[in-house]
Each structure stands twice: as C-alpha cells, then as structure tokens.
C-alpha cells in the first residue's frame, strides 16, 4: 500500500529553505521544459515553488501532493493560476487511471516511495503514449545521511539503478545523466560532515549565487561523471508498442 514517508515538518521545513535557491531551480526548470508537451502533469508539487516557474509555459498545467497539510497551502497559494489543476496524489496506485497528460515530471519525489518501479507504472499510465516522464532524483548511496533518512529517503540512485527501474517499469530511456557535481560535494560535507540541514542560511545563498552559475556553464560543455542528482527522460510506448 502506498504511503506518505518521512517527517512532513521536517520536509516542509527543507523545502522553505530551499525555495531561496533561485538560480538552482531555474536551471532544473529549463532541464525539463523541452519534454513537457502542452499539458503536463507534476507529481509531489510540495510548495508549489517549480509549479509558478513552469505554469507560464502551458496552456494547462496540473500540481499534485500527497501530504494533506501541504496539499492546503499549495492550493492556497496557487489560487490565482487559472491554467493551473490542484489534485491529490499518492503513488503508486493499484489501479491508475489511464490519463492523457503530454508528460509527468517529478522531481525529488521517487527516492520517498518503496516501490518506485510501481509508481512509475503509474506515471506511465498518466501520460499519454509517446509522452515523457521527467525525473530528477538524488544520486549515490554513499551520500545517503541524517538529512535523507529525516525526510523519508528510502535510496539514491545511479545512471544505472534509474535506467533499470525505468526499463522494468515498461519505460524507453531518452536521456540520462548526472547533475550539479559541485553540488555533491557540498550536499557530502554538510549533511554528512558537519550533520547540517539543507535549510535556507549563508551557506544555500553563496551556493547558489557563486557556485551554482559556474557548475551550470561547465556542465552545458562537459557532462560530469557524478552529480548531486540523477536527471532522466523517458518515455511511454506507443499504441503500437504498449
């Protein structure tokens, strides 16, 4: 059975703090817009902070959350986005409606959720065929800390353990690499070393105003080896492959 995971104070608190990272979420926004289509779906919109970046693309756009306190507030804050659907949503679900969103994206949600590969399927049977799933999860077990197990992480991935959910999922992987390699390395020292939470403060503002800008350009070259997360595109089959 599908269920909430993690402290949903703690997570709330994680994500204010990380609603200043500006120049970090906008350079996520811009990962997925291109797969998005005209009229996707996110699943686990939390705060609503990438809901407002990409809403103004879409003729449509649907948020979701599962956490009902943030559900509210979600709701609430997105009242004024006419192009904009609230739903709740829990994944996986047992028997998914078969839905004709142009893609899913989901970012920081599937490394919460037991069974992934189930809600994966469940993604797929949101899109519609042909569609894409947008994904950005936290990379490498070896991060894995107190700040992870706080907010309900059951696992970090690699290219390689997101191409295999992904593919036994009935998934075709598009694009897959890693993100933000300085990123994990700061992620490493804070939440490992010095046991700290990634909360807004000096450390999340020199981040993302001085490191943040030059990690991007470099990566728009050069792909790195590692990141502080997974990015993935796939897609759903056909008619003809389904």
Known sequence: MAEITGDQ???SEVLEGLATAVNHRRWFVELALPYLGDNP???GSGLGDYVLEWAPHFPRFTATEADPDRLVALKERLAGESNVEVRQMLLPQPEQERGDYSAAVSYNVLEH???HVGAL???RELVRPGGAIVLIVPAFEFAMGPADIATGHVRRYTKKTMRAALTDAGLTVERLHYA?????IG???ATNVFRLMPKEGPMVKVYDSLVLPVTKAAEQLVRPPFGQSVFAVARVPGASEA
Do not use: F
């Not at 933000?180 to 994990?184: S, T, V």
């Open 41 to 43: 779906i996110e699943i």
């Open 180 to 184: 933000n390699a300085l990123g994990l």
């Open 9 to 11: 104070r703690v997570q």
């Open 187 to 189: 992620y490493y020292m």
């Open 121 to 123: 399927r469940s993604m």
């Open 113 to 115: 959720i037991e069974d």
